[in-house]
């Protein structure tokens, strides 16, 4: 995807909780070296995302008003400079307020990560979101990543791609997490 620079913003599109191992991954690699944060919507497993203990935790509640929101934008201003942020399934927002509110949060969130130099990582599950609100999430976001599955007979296949970064797109590839590691293979014989 290129290098990582403090202030990017990184859309993983999915169906359901697909990429979720990916995320912990990141964590559990960056918790020694940077401070983690994590939005969840209510309701999320945190078991799976909170891969290390004292990593801190932002709950979306079903009733996500606009306080709660500009509450958790206060949050993020707090967070020293270089932190990772993980926000997970953010097309929630989408059933919980307004598309113009998400559409304001999402831009003060993406600038208050890059005034702040903080890394930016969220997902969006793909079913949940129609073309023009994923349009607003992929035009804020400095890196794309798609993650699908590919079912053929009893097999599932995970694929991802490249779909933008600054070092261009690629096509999809496969993918395992096994013992806690992602391993990268080449094109998906089941395309």
Known sequence: M???REGDVFLIETV???GVELLSEVILNNREKRNVSIIL???ASEKRVLPAEGTEVMVLGEDVHAERLYEILHHIRELPEGSV???IRLDVLFLLRPREAVYM???DLVSTVQKK???LIMTVDKRNVDERDMAVFENLATHI?????IVKGFKVTLVMRVKKSPKGSTGFCEFEIEGGRV????PPNAL
Request: hydrophobic share 45%; aromatic share 4%.
């Open 117 to 119: 130099k903080i890394i």
């Open 105 to 107: 949060f999402m831009e």
């Open 183 to 186: 391993s990268i293979n080449g």
């Open 16 to 18: 359901g909780s697909l």
């Open 2 to 4: 290129g290098e990582v």
């Open 145 to 149: 990543l798609d993650i699908t599955e």
């Open 41 to 43: 919507p209510k309701g």
């Open 85 to 87: 942020l993980v926000a």
